[in-house]
């Protein structure tokens, strides 16, 4: 069977990643109130295709959704935990499975909206790349 590396590596290994309140964009949204939203911020793009191997560069918008947005103090934890974790993977390996390598927070203004209740629910956009080499057969 063959293994959709969007989904079965990168997204599944920032979910182990980021803990259980992690979803990716069209899963079924978590009942609580807060929780991290997954989703490709563009195409995965070609960097290197040596032999046997290819090697693409994705690209994850990471969505912090909350409904303590209005809160600076907690807002600025909670974004600081996200990088952290991100930050302190920028190789995933686990149980013998190969996730992504060269991971990296990509600097960036934070954005936020406002649902129709004017409650600002989308309070934090996180770019974030990594690499995934695969072994062509």
């Known amino acids: 069977m063959a293994v959709n590396i969007i989904y079965d ?4 290994g920032l979910k182990a990643v980021l803990g259980k309140r992690t979803v990716v964009q069209g899963d079924q949204l978590p009942r609580v109130a807060e929780y991290i939203e ?3 911020a563009s195409m995965p793009e ?9 090697a693409m560069l994705y690209t994850v918008n990471v969505d912090l959704i909350t409904n303590k947005a209005n809160k600076p ?3 600025t934890q909670a974004i600081s935990d996200i990088i952290d974790n991100l930050n302190d993977n920028p190789a995933y390996t686990t149980g013998g499975v190969y996730y992504w390598h060269n991971g990296q927070v990509i600097p960036g203004e934070y954005e936020g909206a406002l649902d129709d209740n004017d409650k600002q629910l989308y309070a934090a956009r996180i770019l974030w790349t ?5 072994i062509r057969s």
Request: charged share 25%; proline share 4%.
């Open 130 to 134: 990594a690499t995934h080499t695969e």
């Open 73 to 75: 103090k907690y807002m």
């Open 38 to 40: 997954l989703s490709m």
């Open 9 to 12: 590596r990168i997204f599944k």
């Open 46 to 54: 070609h960097i290197e295709v040596t032999g046997p191997s290819r």
